[in-house]
């Protein structure tokens, strides 16, 4: 068989673990996988910088529960890159990262743009390798993208020598391995379901990255046949249909009080992938560990189970290994066991609170909310404005929210463009902030050379909001650091070939959306009055 240099056996990889575009800043020490994907049937999505390309790879994990995949160069190109990697670590989304790196006859000599990259990665992902020889890249390839699918799924980085990826070698004869699938026995679906048909104040909350439609379902036919209020975690709030009778709301940043209030109250807690972390338990203050409730935890990683809050019973498996068993085991229930005067209290909640200005964000979600078709797909990064998403819309299919819960500013508009190019028939929208959208602005560039027609609501107040918000609660009246100067948004549309869209009154957004509905990139310009911070704070 004829050898092979090392770039085509790694794009011939990548193709038979089925991966379908792949996102990179090109860089020359990694010109032979540039070289390789030139051949194969996989569309290279070439991005404006590292930290961005590495969103767009972790939001395709997200979306599909199969590895994103991004290519960054050495040096600069990684160390940009870290910042999607952080989010990928955070979230637990599945990401394997190529970096190019020195010629392994060089290493150790302080090259340019040299870097250990398993010191730099190594605290920030699931695992870090560098390959040092081109007849084993493919064991390296197998298990990078075993270890990013397996247990709590992350990212996982392979350092490329560029004199190793160049090198020839034989075409790999091994096949990929499968991944072990985890589930549970009889008698712990058993203990689970008779907690859950002794409660008195049952809650089930979903959460993690391991999900699907299915799951919803099942998720949803579970609370309906135990009559308990079924909740989701920060950013996961497309898990469950928010119309569902029994759906209560999230545990996230500034949380419904009375959900908070429910969560303390309840006798026993499934976590259906979900954790009881900070953001959850309001920096464990709902949830007092010596005195924890009956909990029920399902969790794809044995070490996360019990890691604050002791768990009763426990199992190590994805939720939907289990969902169908324990739905089948567990008692109808006539009654109602707190579901709807959990949805009463999420209905409350939903009403709009007034903020000043002529342009209010409460309004603007609102009618997202009541107007947009259900398959509608929503990205955001971080900022004072995420709050009226998280507080007013309702996600009503699954995988129409992809946000980070790693709380990173300029992850939405990188997400969109990777939401668009995986449902090119689903409307996008990305939901920015002023300060959240100029981190990543230059990706405009790169939704206009691929074809990803979204649309960008930014929300500007010309601040970082979310820290202006802390700054007057906690500083009053002494501002530093926090103004920004924002470009003319309508016109950057236009130099992007796009529509530019601002809104100055809120009777002006209704049709502006509808403009987008027709395709190309529209940027609509929500101006909005600076005081509505300080009327925020319990968002």
């Known amino acids: 068989m004829a050898k092979q240099h090392g770039g085509k056996i790694l794009a011939e990889r990548l193709a038979l673990h089925g991966v379908t575009r792949v996102f990179s800043v090109p860089g020359e020490s990694f010109l032979a996988a540039l070289d390789g994907l030139h051949d194969a049937n996989i569309p290279n999505i070439v991005c404006r910088q590292e930290g961005g390309a590495a969103m767009m790879a972790d939001a395709h994990g997200k979306m599909t529960g199969q590895p994103g995949v991004v290519f960054v160069t050495r040096g600069p190109g990684a160390t940009n890159a870290s910042a999607g ?7 637990a989304t599945p990401l394997v990262c190529f970096v190019g790196q020195v010629p392994l006859k060089h290493r150790d000599r302080g090259v340019f743009q040299e870097v250990d990259y398993r010191a730099f990665f190594g605290p920030l992902v699931k695992w870090v390798a560098e390959v040092e020889r081109t007849d084993r890249l493919a064991e390296y390839i197998d298990r990078a993208f075993a270890v990013a699918q397996s247990g709590r799924p992350g990212p996982v980085v392979l350092a490329l020598p560029e004199d190793i990826l160049s090198a020839m070698a034989e075409p790999p004869k091994m096949r990929p391995g499968s991944l072990a699938m985890l589930g549970a026995a009889p008698d712990t679906i058993h203990a689970f379901a008779t907690c859950l048909n002794d409660a008195k104040h049952p809650l089930i909350i979903c959460g993690g990255s391991q999900w699907s439609d299915t799951a919803r379902q099942q998720a949803e036919a579970l609370a309906a046949r135990t009559g308990a209020p079924i909740a989701v975690t920060f950013r996961r709030q497309d898990y469950i249909d928010n119309d569902h ?13 009375a959900l908070a209030k429910r969560l ?13 972390n900070d953001i959850t338990t309001a920096d464990f203050t709902l949830l ?3 005195q924890t409730p009956t909990l029920l935890q399902v969790h794809p990683e044995a070490e996360a189970i019990g890691k604050v809050y002791p768990a009763t019973h426990a199992v190590s498996a994805i939720p939907g290994a289990i969902l169908q068993d324990l739905l089948e085991a567990v008692d109808p229930v ?3 066991r707190g579901a709807a005067s959990a949805r009463t209290e999420y209905e409350g909640w939903q009403r709009p609170q007034e903020t000043p200005g002529t342009v209010q964000m409460e309004w603007v979600i609102s009618w997202l909310r009541d107007n947009v078709a259900p398959e509608t797909i929503i990205t955001n990064g971080a900022g004072n404005y995420a709050a009226f998403l998280h507080r007013y819309h309702r996600f009503r299919r699954y995988g129409t929210q992809v946000a980070p819960t790693s709380g990173s500013m300029g992850y939405g508009l990188p997400a969109a463009i990777s939401a668009k190019l995986q449902n090119p028939q689903s409307p996008v929208i990305c939901l920015a902030g002023d300060g959240c959208l100029q981190m990543t602005l230059q990706e405009l560039s790169t939704a206009r050379q ?13 601040r970082y909001g979310t820290i202006r918000m802390h700054q ?30 601002t809104i100055t009154t809120n009777s002006e957004f209704p049709d502006a959306y509808k403009m987008t509905l027709d395709g190309g990139l ?18």
Do not use: Q, W
Not at 85 to 91: C, K, P, Q, R
């Open 85 to 91: 990697l952080h989010i990928a670590m955070h979230d």
């Open 245 to 257: 009778p029994h759906y209560a709301g999230d545990f996230g940043v500034g949380m419904n009080p």
């Open 264 to 276: 303390g109250a309840s006798d026993c807690i499934l976590l259906l992938g979900a954790e009881l």
């Open 288 to 290: 007092d560990p010596a």
């Open 334 to 336: 006539a009654g109602d």
């Open 450 to 462: 691929h074809g990803a027609d979204i649309t960008v609501i930014v929300a500007n107040n010309g």
């Open 472 to 501: 007057e609660k906690t500083y009053p009246g002494r501002v530093s650091g926090t103004d920004l100067y924002n470009p003319d948004y309508a016109t950057l549309a236009k130099a992007y070939g796009g529509t530019g869209h």
């Open 522 to 539: 529209h940027i609509i310009e929500l101006k909005l009055d600076p005081r509505m911070l300080a009327t925020t704070k319990s968002l």
